[in-house]
Nanobody, 116 residues
Framework: QVQVVESGGGLVQPGGSLRLSCAAS????????MGWFRQAPGKQRELVAM???????LYADSVKGRFTISRDNAKNTVDLQMGSLKSEDTAVYYC??????????WGQGTQVTVSS
């Protein structure tokens, strides 16, 4: 069984920072890709940042230079440090992991609201 648990969302002012954390656990499999997606009201879910087990990272153009993804393979955690936040970053953020047998699992989502 695989569990994915996110934490760290909340309300932040424009220009502020916030850190999201995701912890994944599995009794059998290791993790390949780990990353973050987001979904704003009325919009499709989109990739924010992703990291592979070999530490290759991928960022959406809209967050490059502002967000940083980091991964701890020993703890099976992936964090998203978000800076210079804008109102358009407001969304529910989801952690997604892919196990070594290529199955994908999602967290429950955490709300990030950027507003003054």
């Amino acid at each position: 069984q695989v569990q994915v648990v996110e934490s760290g969302g909340g309300l932040v002012q424009p220009g502020g920072s916030l850190r999201l954390s995701c912890a994944a656990s599995s009794t059998i499999f290791s993790f390949a890709d780990m990353g973050w997606f987001r979904q704003a009201p009325g919009k499709q879910r989109e990739l924010v940042a992703m990291t592979a087990s070999n530490d290759i990272t991928l960022y959406a153009d809209s967050v490059k230079g502002r967000f940083t993804i980091s991964r701890d393979n020993a703890k099976n955690t992936v964090d998203l440090q978000m800076g210079s936040l804008k109102s358009e970053d407001t969304a529910v953020y989801y952690c997604r992991v892919t196990t070594s047998n290529l199955r994908t699992y999602w967290g429950q989502g955490t709300q990030v609201t950027v507003s003054s």
